[in-house]
């Protein structure tokens, strides 16, 4: 590929699936909805109306400790949840999404100036979070109008877009405009240091396009890292550049 800067340079970012603790009513810590896809009769309410209670509870399918939890499953599209009653993991798929506009609401810190450019990772807006107020960050998260509504299943493998299961650091979303799903790509890694910081490597790496995302456009990998806080780590310091090769077959191969 030719990369975004004619060099052959595309971005890579990190994705992964979260573990929310969450329980069947509202109880005690757990206050924040987490919804169903509510049936599309005109336009559907931004974040912060959904926040104000816009939706019926009806739509309403558990409540978590964090509303900044919920936001990164909705960044994620996907998330297994805990109800912390021993029975197994439930995993909330993507349903659909409000069709509002996306907006980074890490660009948004940068802007405002709360977090410089070159630090900027998931962990930056979670670290971020802790140290505000339940409105400071509801305020910020509302600058994202774009929602998103899952769908329960029993415990199941990730899947991503192309209905094929997702493998940690092998599995990739990409913009399927460039890249058709399923292709196998080859691709030039970056390799980071355990703070999250490019170590000045690279590492060969076969992976296969099975997912897209709503903010994976153009020379933009996004690499599945895994499930788990562990994987959720991963995936929020990865914002680093390297190269790709799409892997073609031969003609008359099979």
Same mark, same amino acid.
């Given at each position: 590929?030719?990369?975004?800067?004619?060099?052959?340079?595309? @971005?890579?970012?990190?994705?992964?699936? !979260?573990?929310?603790?969450?329980?069947?009513?509202?109880?005690?810590?757990?206050?924040? !909805?987490?919804?169903?896809?509510? !049936?599309?009769?005109?336009?559907? !309410?931004?974040?912060? @109306? *959904?926040?104000?209670?816009?939706?019926?509870?009806?739509?309403?399918?558990?409540?978590?400790?964090?509303?900044?939890?919920?936001?990164?499953?909705?960044?994620?599209? +996907? #998330?297994?949840?805990?109800?912390?009653?021993? +029975?197994?993991?439930?995993?909330?798929?993507?349903? #659909?999404?409000?069709?509002?506009?996306?907006?980074? *609401?890490?660009?948004?810190?940068?802007?405002?100036?709360?977090?410089?450019?070159?630090?900027?990772?998931?962990?930056?807006?979670?670290?971020?979070?802790?140290?505000?107020?339940?409105?400071?960050?509801?305020?910020?998260?509302?600058?994202?109008?774009?929602?998103?509504?899952?769908?329960?299943?029993?415990?199941?493998?990730?899947?991503?877009?192309?209905?094929?299961?997702?493998?940690?650091?092998?599995? $990739?979303?990409?913009?399927?405009? *460039?890249?058709?799903?399923?292709?196998?790509?080859?691709?030039?890694?970056?390799?980071?240091?355990?703070?999250?910081?490019?170590?000045?490597?690279?590492?060969?790496?076969?992976? $296969?396009?099975?997912?897209?995302?709503?903010?994976?456009? #153009?020379?933009?990998?996004? *690499?599945?890292?895994?499930?788990?806080?562990?994987? #959720?780590?991963?995936?929020?310091?990865?914002?680093?550049?390297?190269?790709?090769?799409? $892997?073609?077959?031969?003609?008359?191969?099979?």
């Amino acid at each position: 590929m030719e990369g975004t800067d004619n060099y052959g340079n595309v @971005q890579f970012t990190g994705y992964y699936t !979260p573990v929310v603790q969450a329980r069947h009513t509202r109880q005690g810590a757990f206050q924040y !909805p987490i919804y169903s896809m509510p !049936p599309k009769r005109g336009r559907l !309410p931004s974040r912060a @109306q *959904i926040y104000a209670g816009a939706l019926s509870d009806k739509y309403i399918l558990a409540y978590s400790n964090s509303l900044m939890d919920n936001f990164i499953m909705d960044v994620q599209g +996907s #998330g297994y949840i805990d109800f912390g009653d021993g +029975s197994p993991l439930n995993f909330f798929s993507y349903a #659909g999404k409000n069709g509002w506009p996306y907006r980074s *609401i890490g660009k948004v810190l940068i802007d405002r100036g709360e977090v410089k450019k070159e630090d900027m990772s998931m962990q930056a807006i979670r670290e971020w979070g802790e140290k505000h107020s339940e409105a400071e960050v509801r305020e910020l998260l509302e600058q994202n109008p774009s929602f998103v509504f899952f769908k329960p299943q029993s415990f199941a493998p990730v899947k991503g877009a192309s209905a094929v299961p997702l493998i940690g650091r092998a599995s $990739v979303a990409s913009d399927r405009s *460039i890249i058709p799903p399923g292709t196998t790509l080859l691709a030039e890694v970056p390799l980071l240091d355990n703070n999250g910081k490019f170590s000045g490597q690279y590492e060969l790496r076969l992976m $296969v396009a099975l997912d897209v995302g709503g903010a994976i456009k #153009g020379q933009h990998f996004d *690499i599945y890292q895994g499930i788990g806080p562990d994987a #959720g780590h991963r995936a929020g310091w990865y914002n680093h550049y390297g190269r790709v090769l799409g $892997v073609k077959k031969r003609a008359g191969r099979r």
